[in-house]
């Protein structure tokens, strides 16, 4: 007669004594590869699981894919730091997590002051067998009508509103950010009456525009 299966039990939290990290689910963490020449995997905690005497530690997880992993593979908006959320489940040793990491919301992300090697990005969902995106599609920008890459510089139409790469508008990086005003081929007429208006009313040489970047 086989032996029954001990019970396991669910735990709202685990220290991980070789990284000194605790550990919950909700919380993104560095899963330690296969093969040592790739990057650490990223995965979302779903539930950690224990025997019934708090050993053999497991945790059910869910991938996140980087961009190149993905069927359609990476693509000129995708960000450096992008992360997609797959539909792919899994459970791994809790042994295998090398650290904790910060998956932040794609708008959130874009605000932050500095961006350490734990922190990723997520503005889609990702569906590993059809190669599907959800959403399946975002806003885009500038002459090339490509979505935002938070690793490019981008500078605002005055008019319009809608960003634009240097490169697009015929402009180096180092000319943009010296920009005190921008106009785009469609707005610069109006634009610059706008200007001229302005100017004679009043001086307003401290305004600059604002460059679409992430901050390193």
């Not at 785009?184 to 009456?193: A, D, H, L, R, V």
């Amino acid at each position: 007669m086989a032996k029954p299966k001990a019970p396991r039990r669910t735990l709202d939290s685990y220290t991980l004594k070789h990284i000194n990290k605790t550990i919950k689910a909700g919380d993104c963490v560095f899963m330690r590869p296969s093969d040592p020449s790739k990057p650490s995997y990223v995965a979302r905690i779903e539930r950690i699981e224990s025997d019934s005497r708090g050993a053999n530690v497991r945790v059910y997880i869910r991938w996140y894919y980087r961009p190149e992993e993905s069927i359609g593979g990476r693509r000129q908006f995708h960000g450096s730091k992008e992360v997609f959320l797959s539909d792919h489940y899994d459970i791994q040793s809790a042994d295998t997590i090398e650290a904790k990491c910060v998956v932040h919301s794609f708008k959130s992300y874009t605000k932050l002051d500095a961006v350490g090697n734990e922190d990723f990005f997520c503005r889609f969902e990702y569906n590993s067998s059809t190669g599907a995106f959800n959403p399946d599609r975002v806003a885009v920008y500038c002459k090339c009508e490509m979505p935002y890459n938070p690793d490019d510089l981008m500078v605002q139409c005055e008019g319009c509103s809608d960003w634009f790469h240097p490169a697009c508008i015929e402009m180096t990086a180092e000319e943009a950010k010296r920009l005190d005003h921008f106009f785009c081929e469609n707005c610069s007429s109006e634009g610059q009456k706008k200007l001229q208006n302005s100017h004679a009313t009043s001086r307003q040489s401290d305004t600059k525009v604002e460059t679409k970047r992430r901050r390193r």
